[in-house]
């Protein structure tokens, strides 16, 4: 049951430099979800997924752009990554068919940008 | 709108004392509430629930959780802490009339730390 992962587990890169985190859900959930996790923040959302091509902005979007061409995958990107986007990433999914649902989160991404 | 507030950042506790980590809610309609405890370097996990019925809900690892609707409140407890419960927890929202989109709101979590 290989459930949710995220890759890469680490990344390092450059200001200015496009980058994108991958998503993977082996459970044919509808629902997926990108967050931010910051100190003296918790977790902010990003972009959130109800379904493939269903795509909708969370609290923070600005600098990310998201795709959902197929029910298993949520890659994020960052389009010209800036100092402020250093965080840890997690994607989540959640069933559809009840909002009773909790959400199964990844074990994240660290990315730093220099 | 809905929020949730973890007043505490860091709860200290004696191992084998009782664990109390509260949270309230703040929603317009009634709430589905959950929480989650994150260990290092891991993603969130997912603890127990509250969608209906009895106000006391019971999850993995020996927590449980009681919905106060009066207060606002769904205060995680365990009754006997133990040092591997050292982490940091999460609670959070979903309003039942908004929840089609399944969007969650969590606070900002509580650090946990079990001193043996």
């Known amino acids: 049951d290989a459930g949710i992962t995220q890759s890469p587990r680490y990344k390092i890169t450059e200001t200015g430099r496009q980058v994108t985190l991958m998503c993977h859900q082996t459970?044919?959930?509808?629902?997926m979800f990108w967050y931010r996790q910051d100190l003296g923040h918790g977790l902010r959302l990003i972009y959130y997924?109800?379904?493939?091509?269903?795509?909708d902005k969370g609290e923070v979007p600005d600098g990310y752009v998201v795709s959902r061409s197929k029910t298993e995958n949520f890659p994020l990107t960052l389009e010209s990554a800036t100092r402020s986007q250093t965080s840890v990433y997690f994607c989540?999914?959640?069933?559809?068919?009840?909002?009773?649902?909790?959400?199964?989160f990844g074990d994240g991404t660290r990315l730093s940008i220099l | 709108a809905q929020s949730v507030a973890q007043p505490e950042d860091q709860v200290n506790v004696a191992e084998g004392n009782p664990l109390t980590v509260k949270c309230t809610y703040s929603?317009?309609?009634?709430?589905?509430l959950f929480w989650y405890v994150q260990y290092p370097n891991r993603g969130l996990q997912f603890l127990l629930k509250y969608i209906t019925g009895d106000n006391l809900v019971k999850g993995s690892y020996g927590f449980e959780a009681e919905f106060n609707k009066s207060q606002t409140s769904f205060h995680l407890k365990k009754p006997s802490a133990l040092v591997s419960d050292s982490a940091l927890y999460f609670c959070?929202?979903?309003?039942?009339?908004?929840?089609?989109?399944?969007?969650?709101?969590f606070g900002k979590g509580n650090q946990v730390v079990v001193i043996p």
């Open positions: 989540a999914s959640s069933r559809g068919d009840y909002s009773n649902q909790p959400q199964h």
């Open positions: 997924s109800a379904a493939a091509d269903i795509t």
């Open positions: 959070a929202v979903r309003d039942k009339v908004t929840g089609g989109n399944n969007r969650l709101a």
């Open positions: 929603v317009s309609g009634n709430p589905y």
């Open positions: 459970w044919s959930h509808s629902y």
